[in-house]
């Protein structure tokens, strides 16, 4: 998951923990995700729309580029964004969007669709 902070991150891991996931890794932004995904195998990255250093298509574009797994699945963290961000991002190939804190339901849910898709 892509977070800054270690408070939200860990609020979020906690989320992600009991929908099911079993080891969520925290990178502090774009280009350490990026990095992260490049030397290890990453199902799924949590990503907000802003990761600091990259955001948007050019993130998720570098993430696919660059990614150990190359069906890597992306998830927007959204808080709240504008319907033509959302619109964008979905657009650049992000496979599902969850609320922030999300709820375990919902990424359960989520989750298995990926699962399908894959």
Do not use: C, Y
């Amino acid at each position: 998951m892509i977070e800054s902070s270690p408070f939200r991150f860990e609020g979020i891991r906690q989320a992600l923990t009991a929908a099911g996931l079993q080891a969520v890794v925290q990178a502090g932004s774009g280009n350490e995700a990026v990095t992260r995904v490049a030397e290890e195998l990453v199902d799924v990255v949590f990503t907000p729309w802003e990761a600091g250093d990259l955001s948007g298509t050019q993130l998720f574009d570098a993430l696919r580029e660059r990614s150990a797994e190359p069906r890597v699945a992306l998830v927007l963290l959204d808080d709240d964004l504008p319907q033509a961000t959302v619109v964008r991002a979905v657009k650049a190939g992000v496979l599902g969007r969850t609320s922030v804190p999300p709820e375990p339901t919902h990424l359960r849910a989520l989750l298995a669709t990926i699962a399908e898709e894959s």
